[in-house]
């Protein structure tokens, strides 16, 4: 019997899922909605989806597994509150909310309805990412006491996804809680959740208020400390006028690894420094490829019940969004937020 999904939202990211649940075969897409007839009508019919609907709350009252979630984040909490509601398991795109107090009721609902709810954090489920857990866990790298992460593009505001992302009332930020927070969640995960103790943020929109109904931030840098003092920096930007830099560091007291653009893993033996380029097995795109094991890992969820290590899950999006709210008040006040 196949698990019957329910996209919301046929933007970027719906059709996103839509690809990757045509090649899963124990689930389908069996309706979609957007507020746009023409579009949904048009992706209903491209992937042979025989209902579609321009309001969700119309498309609940459908027989589904699950509810995938695809919309502006100002709406995240409201869809998936009523999808729990009424017995609906719900796969969650990122940023979870607004904030985290939207966050705790969503966790909330989740425990009361006794459904899964999951988010769509898909950087766990890149290969090299969990190679790198499994370094973590092993002890390979010691103790991890730093990591630092530059996600900085040339010319990447996300015009694809329209203009939504640049309203602070629709998306609850800009670079931060757009991108960043996939890094949060990753590196909240890789160091098995650690408790956030503080943070400090300074936010810029230099480039960004030239466009038009532009009011969140292009570029944020910031750093969490968590429990242990082990040091996060980061630095993200929709746009700069350099070159484009993405990186990932990890560092520990008997060895590092670096995750992007390619893999290296270094230690230490005596008084020898060894470089190792681990051979993974991974797809060009390992982008789309994460974005179909997150939807396959859902369908798994479904058949056991229960949220394995790697399940972006609830309270993991509380934590997540603690520490995005903290980063923000951290930039307004420009001192440091400590996080209970």
């Known amino acids: 019997m196949k698990m019957k999904f329910l996209v919301i939202g046929c933007g970027f990211i719906g059709r996103i899922y839509l690809d990757a649940l045509t090649r899963i075969d124990d689930a389908e897409a069996v309706a979609v909605v957007d507020t746009d007839l023409d579009k949904v009508r048009s992706v209903a019919k491209r992937y042979n989806i025989p209902k579609y609907f321009t309001d969700w709350r119309n498309a609940l009252e459908l027989d589904v597994d699950v509810a995938a979630v695809c919309v502006p984040v100002k709406y995240h909490k409201e869809i998936t509150l009523e999808a729990l509601k009424r017995g609906i398991n719900v796969l969650c795109e990122k940023p979870p909310a607004l904030n985290s107090s939207e966050a705790v009721e969503m966790m909330n609902a989740a425990t009361k309805y006794r459904r899964i709810l999951m988010y769509g954090f898909q950087w766990r489920f890149i290969e090299r990412c969990i190679y790198a857990k499994r370094l973590i866990e092993s002890g390979v790298l010691g103790k991890i006491y730093k990591v630092r992460i530059h996600y900085l593009r040339k010319e990447g505001f996300p015009s694809w996804s329209g203009s939504w992302l640049f309203r602070k009332e629709l998306a609850g930020g800009g670079i931060l809680i757009d991108c960043g927070v996939h890094f949060i969640d990753l590196i909240y995960w890789l160091l098995g959740r650690p408790k956030p103790k503080a943070v400090f943020g300074v936010q810029h929109d230099y480039l960004g208020r030239n466009i038009e109904g532009f009011d969140v931030e292009d570029t944020y840098s910031g750093v969490v400390v968590f429990e242990d003092d082990v040091c996060v920096s980061m630095e993200y930007s ?20 670096r995750l992007f653009p390619e893999v290296e893993l270094v230690r230490k033996e005596d008084e020898t420094y060894l470089k190792i380029i681990p051979e993974l097995k991974e797809p060009e795109d390992y982008w789309l490829e994460a974005n179909y094991q997150k939807i396959r890992h859902m369908v798994g969820l479904l058949k056991t019940g229960e949220y394995q290590d790697i399940t972006p899950n609830p309270e993991d999006g509380v934590e997540v969004m603690r520490i995005i709210d903290g980063l923000y008040e951290s930039s307004r006040k420009l001192a440091s937020v400590k996080l209970s």
């Open 238 to 257: 929709w746009s700069q006028i350099w070159h484009e830099e993405f990186t990932l560091n990890i560092y520990g007291t008997r060895g590092s690894i």
